[in-house]
């Protein structure tokens, strides 16, 4: 599986975006997906989480309430879209993917894409 993260980029404070992962791969739909983000001199933290099926989903207390995630299963794709960005969420968003149980762990995950940056201004 190959993925490939894209839709970050320069968002004002209060205004949203939308990360997409577009995966390669027909094993894809069965995978589940994770988000995660590195904010500048931190360590790589978890974000949020959806099941292979897409019946639950799962997110940090930091974006809850702000962030959904949600897959297009036809379409190979991932989506997080973010709502009310503050500053804080600046970092590198990177996606990954697994075939077992989903998690909120870095370790649980065999595949990653490249990472986009989003950069959420004052």
């Known amino acids: 599986v190959q993925l490939q993260a894209s839709g970050g980029g320069l968002v004002q404070a209060g205004g949203s975006a939308t990360l997409s992962c577009a995966a390669s791969g027909r094993a894809f739909s069965s995978y589940a997906v994770g988000w995660f983000r590195q904010p500048p001199a931190k360590e790589r933290e978890f974000v949020a989480a959806i099941t292979w099926s897409a019946d639950s989903t799962f997110y940090a207390d930091s974006v809850k309430g702000r962030f959904t995630v949600s897959r297009d299963i036809a379409e190979n794709t991932v989506f997080l879209h973010m709502n009310s960005l503050k500053p804080e969420d600046t970092g590198v968003y990177y996606c990954?993917?697994?075939?077992?149980?989903?998690?909120?762990?870095?370790?649980?995950?065999?595949?990653w894409g490249q990472g986009t940056q989003v950069t959420v201004s004052s």
């Open positions: 990954a993917a697994t075939p077992g149980f989903v998690g909120r762990e870095d370790y649980v995950y065999d595949y």
